[in-house]
């Protein structure tokens, strides 16, 4: 075995390029595995931590106003654990130098002490002091933004009185990872605040006295939240209660685990495609290598070596270029994994984050990097195996002659040398069309870490160019009558209003429900559109309800359909609406009526829960002072905030892990390129160390080779294409949530980064062959076995 050792290593020497080369697809296979499984599990791991040791409550509720007292009825519900009532208060806050708007949520906590439920993270600073009244904490998220910290001053205005408060602390909540407000799709941590207030400094601002608005609990052992749920909302109903609603509806809780899932689909998705092209590569070298080494194994066998071991002694070769891959891969996607992870809680406020790399990923990454590649070997493996020492020490026999198609055309205009390429390619069809598939794979894979650039633009040119028409978005505290809107129309700048209707509502359809809001709109709307299939205006009917199409894929519903609406606001009433169509959005879902309908089934005359306002872009400034004013504004969102928001967010948690991709996708593409080229030369360097002797020139020879290459690489183009095009689809159809779906838009862009970027590796690896084939030896290339 020693001999077989030593002839080991020097392959690995000969190989050294085109081993590094399939080692880095394996490496970027692997690396990937690991970064998104350890950044998955690091933020799965720090939720559960997080919510175990903080105590996050499981169920919900909200109300108008119930005594206290009331409490002791509620945790004597069969299944409550530990119960909790909090003050919750609007309230809209003003920043020196910040002229626009910003609003929040003052939650209660115990006077000078911790909450039993939802326990605060205290990040700096310290709870507020029991006698005092104008202390808060302030989220982490909102201090970050306005660079707050202990000892600075807010100020307030809550229940329409200004208030001058302390910031005491900087906290986190596990009811707050994700800090969103209400109503919005995007975090917007600078103009969007959560602060904690003594329970006694909340109730007097609010005046809730001896009262509460707000509910939270957890379930006892064996109960389930049905039944906790329904008693809560028997219950809480005389009091204004809104439903109660469990762990899996939270705001906070929801948007993580959409985006967890997000990042499961891509960490199920492309580091399979990436393993799977490198087992393809080193499939290609070593069937390749077998066949180049007939006589080697010949000798082995001849000197003794049975098959078993020449066959072992191949697969060795494989699972040395495989493990220097998979030990890079392992050291590159722990790296890139924290990177991930920290990126993620820009976003996804962890009190801390309990990152860990678990041996079972790197096994799992390595098996499957490794198994992939053994699989893809055997075959040539095989062949090694099964080969005869006598016919192995007979020289390869040429292949069988035969009239290529250009010369049965008899194409005679075309220079010497592109024949020799095309007839080389159509007397190995076989080989040629692997090279293709290969560099297919590649341009495949740019445009799989690339398409989504577009498809996000795509996106917000659909959502607040055709749809979302208004500047300036105003929600009220509480319904108001619809004569509130000239109020808005009076204010600077405004040059139009809509008044909505918006109520929270429970949206029933068979054994499916979903909890969400009805929307109504003005029949003419010019402020807001709903889009049909081919994103065409489409009208909101008189009567009924339209779905987004998500939504109604969510529910099972379809038009024609009878859906069941419970509301979660004032009487409460139980609908049942005719479901008339469906509209497409790939932000969002709703489900959207006409105003005066949806006024008409509450039993209400003409109200409205909030405003549209165009606003010329000079007057927001002034417009922004005067909402601040306005004490039923429970929240003001611009359109350019809302987009810069989006934006933001997925330029740094998709765009950031579409750029890690496109490294490294180029890089395998680099690799397919130059494995192709590198094995070219090796097979048909006796056949140009001919050419040249028969009086070929350098430049000619190089010509058919590198034009050869070049030739495939502009055939795998439109196999690329269509490869990539089925390898978007399928990413984009696993990326579907209610929070957003991306289009499947490949724009030319997408498809000419593809190119350019195979196109440059082509180049590169044509650069490097180029070099190879000037130093060519003829002499050493013209011997031959024979």
């Known amino acids: 075995m020693r001999a077989l050792n030593i002839k080991l290593l020097r392959n690995l020497w000969t190989l050294k390029g085109q081993g590094l080369a399939i080692a880095a697809v394996i490496a970027t296979g692997v690396a990937m595995y690991v970064m998104s499984y350890t950044a998955l599990e690091s933020l799965r791991l720090s939720q559960q931590s997080v919510y175990q040791s903080q105590r996050f409550a499981q169920v919900f509720a909200n109300l108008k106003r119930a005594p206290e007292a009331v409490a002791q009825q509620l945790r004597d519900i069969p299944g409550v654990a530990t119960l909790e009532t909090r003050v919750q208060a609007p309230l809209n806050i003003r920043m020196a130098g910040f002229d626009e708007p910003i609003t929040g949520l003052a939650i209660s906590i115990p006077d000078a002490d911790q909450p039993q439920l939802n326990r605060l993270f205290l990040r700096q600073g310290q709870l507020p002091s029991d006698y005092r009244d104008d202390q ?21 205005v809550i229940n329409g009185r200004y208030q001058a408060l302390l910031v005491s602390g900087i906290a986190l909540s596990p009811e707050y990872i994700y800090q969103i407000r209400p109503g919005d799709l995007f975090p917007d941590f600078s103009r969007y605040a959560i602060v904690w207030m003594n329970r006694t400094a909340l109730e007097a601002a609010f005046g809730m006295d001896g009262a509460f608005n707000n509910v939270v609990l957890t379930l006892s052992p064996g109960f389930n939240y049905a039944s906790v749920i329904s008693n809560l909302d028997q219950l809480l109903e005389p009091w204004g209660g809104l439903g109660a609603y469990e762990r899996e509806d939270q705001i906070s809780h929801r948007y993580l685990e959409q985006e967890l899932k997000q990042i499961e689909v891509m960490a199920r998705f492309l580091p399979l495609i990436f393993i799977g092209v490198a087992a393809f590569l080193l499939n290609v070298v070593a069937a390749r290598l077998i066949r180049t080494q007939r006589e080697q194994i010949a000798v082995l066998k001849a000197f003794g070596y049975n098959s078993l071991m020449v066959a072992s002694h191949y697969l060795a070769l494989v699972l040395c270029v495989v493990m220097v891959g998979a030990i890079l891969g392992v050291l590159l996607g722990t790296w890139l994994a924290s990177g991930l992870a920290g990126i993620y809680q820009e ?56 009239r290529t198609l250009i010369e049965r055309l008899g194409i005679q205009w075309l220079s010497q040398p592109t024949r020799i390429i095309l007839r080389n390619l159509e007397r190995q069809p076989l080989k040629a069309g692997f090279s293709i598939l290969g560099i297919g794979l590649a341009v495949a894979m740019m445009m799989l870490t690339g398409f989504q650039k577009g498809s996000i633009a795509y996106m917000l040119d659909v959502q607040f160019r055709l749809a979302q028409k208004q500047d300036v978005t105003v929600t009220f505290s509480e319904p108001a009558a619809g004569r509130a809107l000239y109020e808005f129309l009076a204010m600077p700048g405004v040059s139009y209003a809509e008044g909505f209707r918006t109520a929270p509502a429970i949206l029933h359809y068979g054994h499916s429900e979903y909890r969400s809001a009805v929307q109504g709109y003005t029949q003419n709307s010019r402020l807001f559109t709903v889009l049909d299939a081919q994103l065409q205006p489409a009208a909101i009917p008189s009567e009924g309800i339209l779905l987004t199409d998500h939504l109604a894929y969510l529910l099972g519903v379809k038009p024609g359909d009878r859906l069941q609406v419970k509301i979660q606001e004032g009487r409460r009433p139980l609908l049942e609406i005719p479901v008339t169509g469906l509209v497409t959005e790939f932000v969002g879902v709703g489900a959207y009526m006409n105003k005066t309908s949806l006024t008409r089934l509450l039993g209400e005359s003409d109200t409205i829960s909030g405003v549209f306002l165009a606003v010329d872009a000079e007057a927001l400034p002034a417009l922004n002072r005067r909402l601040d004013q306005v004490p039923r504004v429970a929240g003001v969102t611009l359109r350019e905030n809302t987009i810069r928001a989006f934006s933001r967010m997925m330029d740094e948690t998709i765009l950031v892990f579409t750029i890690f991709s496109m490294f490294m996708a180029g890089s395998i593409g680099f690799a397919v390129v130059y494995n192709n080229a590198r094995i070219a030369f090796a097979e048909r360097g006796r056949e140009l160390a001919s050419l040249r002797v028969l009086g070929f020139t350098r430049a000619e020879i190089a010509f058919i080779l590198l034009g050869e290459l070049l030739l495939l690489t502009v055939l795998a183009m439109p196999v690329g294409f269509v490869l990539g095009t089925g390898l978007c ?21 997408t498809f000419a980064v593809a190119a350019v970027v195979v ?6 690896s044509a650069l490097m062959i180029g070099r190879s084939l000037m130093k060519l030896d003829m002499v050493s290339a013209l011997k031959a076995a024979e």
Request: hydrophobic share 55%; net charge positive.
């Open 759 to 764: 196109l440059i590796a082509t180049f590169l």
């Open 729 to 749: 689809w399928l990413l984009t159809w696993g990326m579907q949530t209610d929070l957003y779906r991306v289009p499947l838009i490949l724009t030319p862009q």
């Open 347 to 402: 976003f996804f406020r962890f009190p801390w984050l309990a990152f860990r790399l678990r041996p079972a990923v790197v096994i799992t990454a390595v098996l499957i990097a490794g198994g992939a590649t053994v699989a893809g070997t055997l075959s040539a493996v095989y062949r090694a195996f099964r080969l005869p020492p006598a016919e192995a020490m007979r020289p390869e026999p040429p292949a069988h002659f035969r």
């Open 136 to 156: 808060v904490l302030v989220s982490e998220a909102f201090a970050e933004a306005h660079l707050l910290k202990p000892g600075d001053h807010l100020a307030v």
